[in-house]
C-alpha cells in the first residue's frame, strides 16, 4: 500500500520545494493538498469537525501552483489535490491548468474533488448551494471534454458549455486519475461510480460499512469491481489502521501533516516514514 502525505501549506509553513524534496527522498508516495480560495469573517457556516476554524484555512497556498513548484523539485512523488473545490472554478481555465500540470510532471497529477462545506466561499463564487452537486458534475464533464483527443462540444442542463475546440497540452495519459471526496452516501456514490476512478473519504471512517454500498454502485453503473480505488485522505495512522485499510483493498493511504514549520513538519515525517513499505 502506498503512503502519500496531505498538509495545509500556508505562507507561515514548510515550503512545498522542501517538503516535496524530503518526501521523495524518504520513499513516501505522493503530496496532495487542499484548498480554500478565502475564508469569509462574517460566516454562518459551522467548522465540520467543531469548534473554532483553525487558522491554516484561511492562508493555505494555491495547491495547483504549489504543486507546480514540487513537482518542479521531484521526479517520481506524486501530486494531488485533495480537494479542488471544482465548483468554484471556471471549468475550462481549470482544464487547462490540471493538463498542463500532469503533463509538465509526466503523468503524476491526481484531481481530487469535492463541493466543500463553506457556504459563504461557495456563495462569493456565485455558486447556488443547492444545485452545486449538478454544477460540480457539468463541469468535470466540461473538462474531459476539453481533455478529449479530438476537440469536442460539452453542452450541460445547467448552463455549463464549450464548442469543439482545439486545446493543449493533453494530460499526458489522456486524463488525470479523479477521486471525488465527500461523506458516504447514495448520491455521492451514484456521482463516484459515473464520473470518476474511485472515493476519497476524509479520516477513512465508515470504510467497512460503506464500501459494499459503493461497490454496488459502482458495478450497476457497469463498471469493473477491480477497478474501483479507495483512497483514505487525511489520515492520522496507526498499525492496526493502516492493516485495515489494506485489508479492504485499499491500495493507497493519505497521511495528515500538521500545518507546522520545517522542524515539526520533518519530526512527523520521520516517525510517519515507520509506515512505508
Not at 508516495?29 to 484555512?57: D, K, M, N, Q
Not at 481555465?93 to 466561499?121: I, M, P, Y
Not at 478529449?148 to 489522456?174: I, L, Q
Not at 454496488?216 to 474501483?228: D, I, M, V, Y
Request: proline share 8%; glycine share 10%.
Amino acid at each position: 500500500m502506498r503512503i502519500s502525505t496531505t498538509i495545509f501549506l500556508t505562507d507561515e509553513t514548510i515550503s512545498p520545494v522542501r517538503l516535496a524534496r524530503e518526501l521523495e527522498q524518504r520513499g513516501f508516495a505522493g503530496l496532495y493538498l487542499p484548498e480554500h480560495t478565502h475564508i469569509p469573517v462574517s460566516r454562518e457556516t459551522p467548522y465540520p469537525a467543531g469548534g473554532e476554524l483553525p487558522r491554516e484555512y484561511a492562508r493555505t497556498l494555491d495547491p495547483l501552483v504549489a504543486l507546480g513548484q514540487a513537482a518542479a523539485v521531484t521526479e517520481r512523488l506524486g501530486l494531488g489535490t485533495g480537494i479542488t473545490l471544482i465548483t468554484q472554478h471556471d471549468p475550462i481555465v481549470l482544464a487547462k491548468q490540471v493538463a498542463t500540470l500532469d503533463h509538465l510532471s509526466g503523468g503524476r497529477f491526481t484531481l481530487g474533488v469535492g463541493f466543500g462545506w463553506n457556504r459563504e466561499e461557495a456563495a462569493d463564487h456565485g455558486v447556488d448551494w443547492s444545485t452545486r452537486r449538478e454544477l460540480g458534475r457539468e463541469r468535470l464533464d466540461l473538462m474531459r471534454a476539453l481533455w478529449a483527443p479530438e476537440p469536442t462540444s460539452y453542452e450541460g442542463e445547467h448552463g455549463e458549455s464549450v464548442r469543439a475546440s482545439e486545446v493543449w497540452p493533453k494530460p499526458a495519459g489522456g486524463a488525470p486519475r479523479v477521486l471525488l471526496g465527500g461523506a458516504a452516501g447514495p448520491k455521492l456514490f451514484a456521482q463516484i461510480a459515473a464520473q470518476t476512478d474511485g472515493w476519497m473519504p476524509i479520516g477513512g471512517r465508515g470504510l467497512t460499512e460503506s464500501l459494499p454500498v459503493l461497490r454496488e454502485a459502482w458495478e450497476k453503473a457497469g463498471r469493473s469491481p477491480e477497478t474501483l480505488q479507495l483512497v483514505p485522505y487525511a489520515v492520522l495512522p496507526s498499525p492496526g489502521k493502516l492493516a485495515h485499510y489494506e485489508e479492504l483493498g485499499c491500495e493507497e493511504v493519505v497521511l495528515q501533516l500538521p500545518p507546522g514549520d520545517e522542524r515539526e513538519v520533518l519530526e512527523v515525517l520521520d516517525a510517519f516514514a515507520r509506515y512505508l513499505p
